[in-house]
């Protein structure tokens, strides 16, 4: 069964740090380019960072480069996001996923607030 789990978020203050985990069944996972993409409130959802089946080849949207970092452990079947000095604007729900797209998880909230 294809299932892609994320976990992770939850409340931080701007400044704070937190690590996005998605964990991935069911897929040739060592094998796929992966992604993490996020959802605010009342906007469409948009590719945040995406790495490649070896980890070798990593992009960022301009909004987080040098802020986020994605990483990957293929015998776990795990990938990351870790996100540092974060900012209101990142408040959203963040889910990973491969490429080419399948079904959607459920997604981790993540709320930047003072």
């Known amino acids: 069964q294809v299932q892609l789990v994320e976990s992770g978020g939850g409340l931080v203050q701007p400044g704070g740090s937190l690590r996005l985990s998605c964990a991935a069944s069911?897929?040739?996972?060592?094998?796929?380019?992966m992604r993490w993409y996020r959802q605010a409130p009342g906007k469409q959802r948009e590719l945040v960072a995406q790495?490649?089946?070896?980890?070798?080849?990593?992009y960022y949207v301009d909004s987080v480069r040098g802020r986020f970092t994605i990483s990957r452990d293929n015998a776990k079947n795990v990938v990351y996001l870790q996100m540092d000095s974060l900012k209101r604007e990142d408040t959203a729900v963040y889910y990973c996923?491969?490429?080419?797209?399948?079904?959607w998880g459920q997604g981790t909230q993540v709320t930047v607030s003072s």
């Open positions: 069911g897929i040739a996972f060592s094998i796929l380019t």
């Open positions: 790495i490649s089946s070896s980890g070798d080849t990593i």
């Open positions: 996923n491969r490429v080419p797209v399948i079904r």
